[in-house]
């Protein structure tokens, strides 16, 4: 692990300061976002904005960052996943494809797709994001989900199953299942924080698994495809345009 940390330092350090700036900014949008019931709930146990802040920063920056993202190196060497960043002209126009169709599915897609037929998520685009909503999509959704998402979970399964199968190589099709059930499970994720804000829905099942799991498919492509940071590139880009889209026509 030692020989990890000492040859990849400046990734795990953009992952440590994005977890940690991403995730006070992620846990200040998501107190200010909670239901009256569940806020008093909160307030009960004497926990106050500044403090869901800071362990969310410390969540985000050493669980879900540094750890994970340690132990996904570690595995993503182990199944060819991982290599040396470097500037290729194809990522370049996939990562940008995927930035821009990901971002307007997030705005004006949703608004207009869901929010005519959803009451809770119209209200969603009634107000311009806040500050601490940009930069928590930017950096604990770009940087902080990759990592967990792609760099570790989809390269562990991958892993388990070229363990299991006992082969030298593995087939492009172990690749693309992980994919999938990381993008189920990246989907599956989102819905806890629905139900903290709104009653769950079978509409706002679907909505989560469409857009949610379409784009997390997207960044696995990019992960398996390239690399992990074409994948974290796409994934910021397209909660910051779709941020900056709302800013401008909200």
């Known amino acids: 692990m030692k020989k990890i940390i000492k040859e990849n330092w400046k990734f795990l350090l953009l992952v440590l300061i994005g977890g940690l700036i991403g995730g006070y900014c992620t846990g200040i949008y998501y107190y200010d976002s909670l239901s009256s019931e569940l806020l008093k709930q909160i307030q009960e146990q004497n926990i106050t904005k500044e403090i869901l802040g800071v362990s969310s920063s410390i969540q985000y920056g050493i669980l879900y960052g540094i750890i994970l993202a340690s132990i996904g190196i570690f595995l993503s060497k182990k199944i060819d996943l991982w290599n040396d960043f470097k500037i290729d002209k194809k990522a370049i126009v996939a990562t940008i494809i995927i930035t821009i169709i990901g971002a307007l599915i997030l705005f004006p897609g949703d608004k207009l797709i869901f929010g005519s037929i959803n009451t809770w998520v119209l209200e969603q685009y009634t107000v311009k994001p806040t500050i601490y909503k940009i930069i928590g999509g930017l950096l604990v959704g770009g940087i902080i989900e990759e990592v967990m998402m792609r760099l570790f979970f989809m390269s562990l399964i991958v892993f388990i199953i070229s ?61 398996r495809k390239y690399n992990i940071r074409y994948a974290i590139v796409s994934h910021g880009l397209c909660h910051l345009i779709a941020d900056i889209l709302m800013l401008i026509f909200i």
Request: hydrophobic letters at 50%; one cysteine or more; aromatic letters at 14%.
């Open 163 to 223: 363990k299991v199968m006992k082969k030298k190589e593995i087939p492009t099709f172990v690749y693309v299942i992980a994919n999938i059930l990381v993008a189920l499970l990246f989907a599956t994720g989102h819905l806890p924080s629905t139900v903290t804000m709104t009653t769950l829905t079978p509409i706002l099942i679907i909505r989560c698994f469409l857009f949610n799991g379409g784009l997390g498919l997207a960044f696995g492509y990019l992960y």
